[in-house]
């Protein structure tokens, strides 16, 4: 059973525009979460996180917003870039020595 | 540093072939991580070891997969006999802790089994 999920397989922004990443979790448990960023033949590399106790984390052009109420969370790319096409995964943690849950990814085009 | 390094990059073997994976974590990072990305089930933790000793394995698929790391430097997995249903990219990560921790993924090894 997916603890992590993103249910959008792709999206397809212009450049410029804004792009929305959403990733939805199960486990009440949970209490850090992260985005990371994969392109192709690489491994993912961390983007952003956000601890529980916070709604929002902000870092350049990334702002990741959390729900907790509706255990969502989403990734905001203001704007967006042709460089930022890539997979992105949605990951999950709980307290203690636990390692991360992923969501499957969803694949991001931007458009020039 | 020069980052979490997995060994081959590629590999193609046969059905009923032994496949063994490398990993070289960050040094001084103490806790190493296997998993595998597949189009259904994305990314999956297969096991991770804390200070070289196996934590949780309870992804590991089946028998056919084992994982070893006989010191912080080394990580292997090994899948014996392969299927074609092994067919993936295999990622190593590795981490300072297995906390919160930011994980560092290695390029990964794209398996094929024919």
């Known amino acids: 059973d997916q603890q992590v999920k993103q249910n959008s397989p792709s999206l397809s922004v212009q450049e410029g525009r804004i792009s929305i990443l959403n990733c939805d979790y199960t486990n009440s448990m949970f209490d850090y979460f992260l985005w990371y960023k994969k392109y192709p033949a690489e491994g993912p590399t961390f983007l952003i996180s956000i601890s529980s106790i916070k709604d929002k984390n902000e870092d350049g052009r990334f702002t990741v917003f959390l729900n907790k109420s509706a255990k969502h969370l989403s990734l905001h790319i203001v704007p967006s870039q042709p460089g930022d096409s890539a997979v992105y995964f949605c990951a999950a943690h709980s307290t203690g020595n636990t390692p991360l849950v992923f969501g499957k990814g969803t694949r991001l085009s931007v458009i020039a | 540093d020069a980052g979490v390094i997995q060994s081959p990059r590629h590999e193609v073997t046969e059905m009923g072939q032994e496949v063994t994976l490398r990993c070289k974590p960050i040094?001084?990072?103490?806790?190493l991580f296997w998993y595998r990305q597949t189009m259904m089930r994305g990314l999956e933790l297969l096991i991770y070891?804390?200070?070289?000793?196996?934590?949780?394995d309870s992804g590991m698929p089946e028998d056919r997969f084992s994982a070893k790391m006989p010191n912080a430097s080394f990580s292997t997995l090994k899948i014996q006999p392969s299927e074609p249903r092994d067919s993936a990219v295999y990622f190593c990560?590795?981490?300072?802790?297995?906390?919160?921790?930011?994980?560092?993924f290695g390029s990964g090894t794209q398996l094929s089994v024919l």
């Open positions: 040094s001084g990072h103490n806790s």
């Open positions: 990560a590795s981490s300072l802790s297995g906390g919160n921790e930011k994980l560092f």
């Open positions: 070891f804390n200070n070289n000793v196996p934590i949780d």
